[in-house]
């Protein structure tokens, strides 16, 4: 199987600015898991900045949550900054970043273009690097903040013909342990989930495919794919409450990354 696919995803202004709640920034907002999050998020009463690519996607979704978007693409260090200037300058400042951005490719090495490599280095690690390049600075000055980021099971796990995603991923893991080892004296929190395979926009090639669903939960120790809300519940834990939780992947992917069941 071969799947390339990205997930990143007109400015709107938020429709009510609450004192005291706290700002949370969202890149892929518009994403399976990234959607999810948003409207958990909203639902507690945070305020939202929500960036990615799909610009009408991303502009109906703040509009239905009352939030803050930007458009942007997160590979691009200039345009993510740019975010978080806006962020800044509407809010005053930054409690919270999770990076939702992602791609999948299915592919041996031997059969990996170059431009494809390429691609899923840059959607997923220089993506995770960018955003967290541009949270550390407003968050440290503030002594404050939580910043997550999204593995995967794979880059715990040999699966066949993942290497680039696998490397990408795993690529996330080293940086959040050494960001946290940086930043924690600052009083800012580095974490990731690392996700097994969730039914999403993103993976709808294998779970759409019947042959290829029931393969890939035989893989998983519960025998099911994951839903894009469990994965948005514990990134929201790590984000708000796992206070003296830092430089950590968690692991929320059925089993996957960890298990071998019969």
């Not at 799947?3 to 709640?21: C, M």
């Not at 120790?221 to 994951?226: K, Q």
Request: net charge negative; with cysteine; proline share 3%.
């Amino acid at each position: 199987m071969n799947v390339i696919t990205n997930e990143a995803e007109t400015e709107s202004v938020p429709t009510a600015r609450s004192e005291g709640a706290p700002v949370v920034l969202v890149f892929g907002a518009q994403g399976g898991v990234g959607s999810a999050l948003a409207r958990r998020l909203t639902a507690r009463g945070t305020q939202l900045v929500l960036s990615g690519r799909r610009e009408t996607e991303l502009a109906e979704l703040a509009s239905s949550l009352g939030a803050m978007s930007f458009p942007a693409d997160a590979t691009d260090f200039e345009a993510v900054d740019a975010v978080f200037s806006d962020a800044l300058e509407g809010y005053g400042r930054i409690d919270g970043v999770v990076n939702c951005v992602g791609s999948l490719l299915l592919k041996p090495a031997h059969l990996t273009r170059p431009s494809e490599w390429n691609e899923t280095i840059a959607t997923n690690l220089t993506s995770a690097f960018a955003i967290l390049r541009a949270a550390v600075g407003p968050m440290s000055k503030q002594g404050s903040g939580s910043v997550v980021l999204v593995s995967t099971a794979a880059a715990r796990i040999g699966l066949a013909n993942h290497e680039a995603i696998a490397a990408a991923k795993g690529g996330i893991d080293a940086l959040v342990r050494s960001a946290a080892a940086t930043y924690g004296r600052s009083g800012v929190r580095i974490n990731a989930v690392a996700p097994g395979l969730v039914a999403t926009p993103l993976t709808s090639r294998i779970t759409g495919n019947e042959r290829a669903r029931e393969s890939s939960e035989a893989m998983h120790a519960l025998r099911r794919v994951g839903d894009p809300d469990e994965v948005a519940a514990a990134i929201e834990w790590l984000l708000v409450d796992g206070s003296w939780v830092t430089g950590q992947t968690l692991g929320v992917d059925g089993g996957l990354g960890t298990v071998r069941s019969a």
